[in-house]
């Protein structure tokens, strides 16, 4: 009996937190894509929460003080690590997006402040849904620059 | 080359701490047999044919054989080397750190790190603790504050105590080995640059035919952490990681020893209040820190990395409180246990994982070449850990039974479980993406919006039992014994909650929010109240003196009041800056205005010029007034750093126990003539989640202030009565 109670009680709390849990997945679940992967599903993902990543092509900024709303085209690059290490790591794997115009491009508008890091070769991780009219609506824009920080080896003088 | 003479102080660190961990060990063989029996199924194991079989059949042998070789001289005078070879690690890691800090001071960019971490326009201060603005540096820094911290525990008298030493410099010097040897063979801090003739490359020991390179200038710091925030919270979140390892050591102890008694609990409850005032201060100064640094209005934005910071800080927690079961009741031997292994192995996963970066994701991680190295340890020492817990199960039983639901240790169980709740929900949104892409292939992450869902009705149990668990008495509690000492705050909690409503808000979580708030701190300050007019009585003071005689005499009970009010000021600050946070964004001209919240805020004025380390500043005045009444004025800027091409923008703040006004200077060009850019934030009550963390740290104190030590008290009986402490 004085046993049960607190198995009961156990239960509930076990019972709660996985529901809670359940049910914040359900609501806040956000669908990891690549650029490819976006434009091979078309119409499907319209209006899903996604997170999609892309190299930021520097020529494409635009940025409206007016209105704050900044305006970029980022183009496909791998999402898996194994396939970022053939390419020769993330930077060159950015690099290598920019360059090809083969590459699968996607543009994204973003009303709020331009962030510091936004620039050409950056990686962009967005946040938002796709509009119908193809457009990304971004409402959190994330940017990584590995071309900087995680330089191991400086430039050399002349070779 | 003092490059390399730090790498050979680092060497020899290695081998000493090696030495000691070995020597500790070999000291006390039966302890060691204790590890061999303790193998996970090993019975079972054993009677496995073949190889495999063989292996823990020798173990069993050797286990047999070692519990015989006990010599007690030999064991005091191995484990007195053991001793002394760990306390000469800190000297030398001190000394190894130094000559960093004098590469980093001197410009030598022929270094690796030096090169990565500094650059000539970062001022020296900066240069200095840029030792641990990188991964290489901040292992460094890691090894040199767990040796200090062994080094001290290792000082201490330990009379009765004798059987833990071993053991304690045992898991000390493993962890130190660890840390020392991933900083010596994989992220050598003094790695540096030789030509040779396939290109620049850095090496540890020259290689033939190669001179050495010296690049120009570094890299530089990335002006975002060069901030005071940045700087001291890498430190308080290193210390109290590294201060958990203590406890989890005399854990190891007690289980390995057999003395499975509170006894290792006492003496490390100083320990673990020390590692938990440290970690909570980092995780708040990190909070500030992106508060006014990276300029997006908020602290806290359920980032992987805050994550990894934030899982030892619950497990630690739930650890504090369930402590104290143990101690009074005898009971949750086990758990206790197994909580301080989880704190201590999510915290190697915390400094794996939170060491450097401003943002990174897991999948960044798992490229560099620590990585398996990490999760190989934290393998290791998880399974031997809970192997050893499993052995000892039989002697951590209960002492007594949990007979009501409302009892105290009934409700800090409860309270252990939502923080093991909090701990799953963080966990499970961590490995989401993991497990999601293996059993369906699509990768599916989840935001900020999944933490506060899952987790939001949890903190709001928690709070809950604060209020009510003070009260509560231990063994046996009833609806009317609580009922009879909470109704007189809980009817004012309900009033105050009322008029928020009829005045404020509407918002169903803010009132619900609010009134857990209130609900703790009336009933925790009319606990203090009645304790301190009761002393009054008895001792006839005035009410002032009694209150703080009262917290005196019971300083870890009040000092843990103080902990929960600055909490509940916290959640405050929280709950205004969550629920009710206002923005707005627009380009003014030269004496255009624009109001939020109240305030009218008025473009004055603007100014580019260059900073003394080279940055291009730009700064805006804005004046800001509050119904006609001029309140001062406010200097949003952008800095622009050159050598890192980056820039920083920096808010201007107006803070004030009501809100707080914060200005964000978005772009100007000196060439166009629409006028400049602002983002303007009124964060309502967020101040109280700063004061809060103050009053944080003056409760914590108290709690962990050394009160008249039992122990001392007892050692001065003890010259009349030695049969005392001898039968503790």
Same mark, same amino acid.
């Given at each position: 009996m004085k046993i049960n109670k607190f198995v009961i009680g156990g239960l509930l709390i076990l019972g709660a937190v996985v529901f809670l849990i359940a049910n914040a997945t359900q609501g806040a679940s956000q669908y990891f894509m690549t650029v490819d992967e976006l434009k091979a599903e078309g119409p499907d993902v319209v209006d899903k929460?996604?997170?999609?990543?892309?190299?930021? =092509?520097?020529?494409?900024?635009?940025?409206?003080?007016?209105? #704050?709303? =900044?305006?970029?085209?980022?183009?496909?690059?791998?999402?898996?690590?194994?396939?970022?290490?053939?390419?020769?790591? =993330?930077?060159?794997? #950015?690099?290598?997006?920019?360059?090809?115009?083969?590459?699968?491009?996607?543009?994204?508008?973003?009303?709020g402040v331009k962030p510091d890091l936004l620039r050409h070769e950056a990686q962009a991780i967005v946040t938002g849904h796709l509009g119908a009219d193809g457009i990304f609506y971004a409402e959190e824009l994330l940017l990584k620059c590995p071309t900087r920080y995680e330089e191991a080896v400086p430039e050399q003088a002349g070779n | 080359m003092i490059a390399n003479l730090g790498f050979g102080i680092l060497l020899v660190t290695f081998f000493v701490a090696l030495y000691s961990g070995v020597t500790a060990v070999l000291s006390n063989p039966k302890g060691l047999a204790t590890i061999f029996r303790s193998l996970p199924g090993s019975e079972y194991l054993r009677a496995l044919p073949g190889r495999l079989g063989r292996f823990f059949r020798i173990t069993h042998d050797l286990a047999n054989w070692l519990e015989k070789k006990e010599d007690p001289q030999r064991s005091a005078?191995?484990?007195?080397?053991?001793?002394?070879?760990?306390?000469?690690?800190?000297?030398?890691?001190?000394?190894?750190? *130094?000559?960093? $800090?004098?590469?980093l001071v001197n410009n030598h960019f022929e270094v690796q790190f030096v090169y990565e971490v500094t650059s000539r326009?970062?001022?020296?201060?900066?240069k200095v603790t840029a030792w641990w603005g990188g991964q290489a540096g901040s292992l460094l820094f890691w090894s040199w504050l767990m040796s200090a911290f062994a080094s001290l525990v290792t000082l201490r008298k330990w009379d009765r105590d004798r059987e833990f030493l071993p053991w304690v410099i045992f898991v000390s010097c493993f962890t130190l080995a660890f840390f020392v040897g991933m900083t010596v063979f994989f992220e050598n801090p003094f790695k540096m640059f030789y030509q040779t003739s396939t290109g620049v490359e850095a090496y540890l020991i020259q290689p033939a035919n190669s001179v050495l390179f010296t690049p120009e200038d570094g890299n530089g710091l990335n002006p975002l952490l060069r901030h005071p925030g940045m700087i001291i919270h890498p430190p308080m979140l290193y210390l109290g990681f590294v201060s958990y390892v203590i406890p989890f050591a005399f854990a190891i102890a007690a289980l390995i020893t057999g003395r499975t008694d509170d006894r290792w609990i006492r003496l490390t409850r100083?320990?673990?209040?020390?590692?938990?005032l440290f970690l909570t201060f980092g995780l708040v100064l990190g909070g500030r820190w992106a508060y006014d640094v990276l300029g997006w209005g908020g602290y806290w934005g359920w980032d992987p990395v805050e994550i990894a910071a934030f899982m030892p800080w619950l497990t630690g927690t739930a650890f504090l409180h369930s402590v104290m079961i143990q101690e009074k009741r005898g009971m949750l031997k086990t758990w206790n246990m197994l909580l301080i292994i989880l704190t201590y192995d999510l915290v190697i996963f915390g400094t794996f994982l939170t060491r450097s970066g401003v943002l990174s994701s897991v999948h960044a991680f798992a490229q560099s070449a620590i990585g398996p190295l990490f999760f190989t340890y934290i393998a290791i020492t998880l399974i031997a850990s809970v192997a050893l817990v499993i052995y000892r199960w039989g002697n951590l039983k209960a002492e007594t039974e949990m007979h009501s639901l409302l009892s105290r240790e009934a409700l800090f169980l409860f309270n252990n479980l939502l923080f093991m709740s909090i701990l799953v929900v963080c966990f499970w949104g961590v490995i989401y993406p993991l497990t999601s892409e293996l059993f369906t292939g699509a990768k599916v992450t989840v935001g900020p919006a999944f933490y506060e869902r899952a987790n939001g009705p949890l903190f709001a149990g928690l709070m809950f039992l604060m209020g009510i668990a003070p009260l509560s008495a231990w063994g046996h509690s009833t609806f009317k014994t609580l009922g009879r000492a909470m109704w007189v705050p809980t009817v004012l909690a309900f009033i105050i909650t009322a008029v928020i409503f009829a005045m404020y808000t509407r918002n169903v979580?803010? $009132? $619900?929010?609010?009134?857990?708030?209130?609900?703790?701190? *009336?009933i925790t300050l009319y606990e203090y109240g009645r304790g301190a007019v009761a002393r009054q009585k008895t001792h006839q003071e005035n009410f002032f003196t009694a209150i703080l005689n009262l917290t005196a005499r019971d300083r870890r009970r009040y000092g843990g009041y103080i902990v929960h009010l600055s909490m509940m000021l916290m959640a405050i600050g929280i709950l205004g800056i969550e629920l009710f946070q206002m923005e707005t964004q627009g380009t003014l001209e030269v004496n255009q205005q624009t109001s939020i919240g109240g305030y009218d805020v008025v473009y004055q004025d603007i100014a580019r010029f260059t900073g003394p380390d080279g940055r291009e500043v730009t700064r805006a005045v804005v004046g800001i007034y509050q119904n006609g009444e001029y309140l001062g004025t406010l200097h949003p800027r952008i800095d622009y750093y050159f050598d890192a091409q980056q820039a920083m923008t920096i808010p201007g703040q107006r803070a004030t126990l009501k809100d707080d006004l914060y200005i964000l200077l978005v772009s100007w060009e000196p060439a166009s003539a629409v006028g400049a850019t602002f983002k303007i934030y009124v964060n309502p009550l967020v101040n109280w989640l700063w004061l809060g963390s103050l009053l944080f740290l003056v409760g914590i104190v108290i709690a962990a202030?050394? @009160?008249? @030590?039992?122990?001392?008290?007892?050692?001065?009986?003890?010259?009349?009565t030695r049969q005392v402490s001898a039968a503790d």
């Open positions: 929460n996604l997170r999609v990543s892309g190299a930021v =092509l520097g020529d494409t900024i635009q940025y409206d003080l007016s209105t #704050l709303t =900044l305006t970029f085209e980022v183009a496909h690059v791998p999402a898996d690590a194994p396939e970022i290490e053939t390419e020769g790591g =993330l930077a060159e794997a #950015l690099y290598q997006a920019t360059i090809d115009p083969s590459r699968a491009r996607m543009t994204v508008v973003y009303v | 005078s191995m484990a007195e080397s053991a001793r002394r070879a760990m306390l000469l690690t800190w000297p030398l890691l001190t000394l190894a750190s *130094l000559l960093l $800090i004098y590469l326009s970062m001022p020296t201060y900066l100083r320990w673990s209040l020390w590692a938990w979580y803010a $009132i $619900i929010g609010f009134f857990l708030v209130a609900f703790v701190i *009336l202030m050394p @009160d008249k @030590d039992p122990e001392r008290v007892m050692a001065r009986a003890g010259k009349r």
